[in-house]
């Protein structure tokens, strides 16, 4: 069965990540920090799994992100970070990633996905932000969800786990809100 996982911000290549963030604990060197990103990573997606990475993949060159790609398992949708932007959509899909954005997505109605944190959320909106960018720093703001591989000490979390944590369960949380119910028209496929 086929699962969804979120990871962002494992700057394969970027040394100075090692040394800025609480990976200084685990590793030393660049080539020390890509095994054990690919080795967590892999031993949590399978081959048919889809990860949304959240940004901030690589400091590397076509031919480096191309082969760092396919020691990850999984299909890999990215959107785009703050040190992916200058190259183009189709740099990425050459480079083996099956989707790529530059932009915020939104998945299961609910869940915002984006590299940087919303900053507009609050509790009289029913969203969820799934995020990276901040590394170490997470927020109080319980409606965001920190992705960034110093949070998920490398492993990718299951859009599962993240889902559970919320008491989403379809259209009801809006009791039944004519505006918001399942079979209004604006929300039928």
């Given at each position: 069965m086929q699962r969804f996982y979120h990871i962002s911000d494992t700057h394969f290549n970027h040394k100075n990540v090692i040394q800025?963030?609480?990976?200084?604990?685990?590793?030393?060197?660049?080539?020390?920090?890509?095994?054990?990103i690919v080795e967590r990573w892999n031993s949590v997606v399978k081959k048919d799994d889809v990860v949304y990475h959240h940004g901030d993949f690589a400091f590397a060159g076509f031919d480096e992100t191309k082969r760092l790609v396919k020691?990850?398992?999984?299909?890999?949708?990215?959107?785009?970070?703050?040190?992916?932007?200058?190259k183009s959509t189709q740099w990425y899909l050459d480079a083996g990633f099956h989707k790529v954005s530059y932009h915020t997505i939104i998945?299961?109605?609910?869940?915002?996905?984006s590299h940087i944190p919303i900053v507009f959320l609050n509790d009289s909106m029913p969203y969820v932000n799934i995020h990276g960018h901040t590394h170490d720093e997470c927020y109080k703001n319980p409606q965001r969800v920190n992705v960034s591989w110093e949070v998920l000490n490398g492993y990718p979390i299951s859009?599962?786990?993240?889902?559970?944590?919320?008491?989403?369960e379809g259209y009801d949380t809006f009791n039944n809100d004519e505006r918001h119910n399942s079979d209004s028209?604006?929300?039928q496929e």
């Open positions: 800025f963030t609480s990976r200084k604990n685990q590793m030393k060197e660049v080539k020390e920090m890509e095994d054990i020691r990850l398992n999984g299909r890999i949708f990215l959107i785009l970070g703050n040190h992916d932007s200058k998945v299961d109605h609910f869940f915002i996905l859009f599962d786990e993240i889902k559970a944590r919320f008491n989403f028209p604006q929300y």
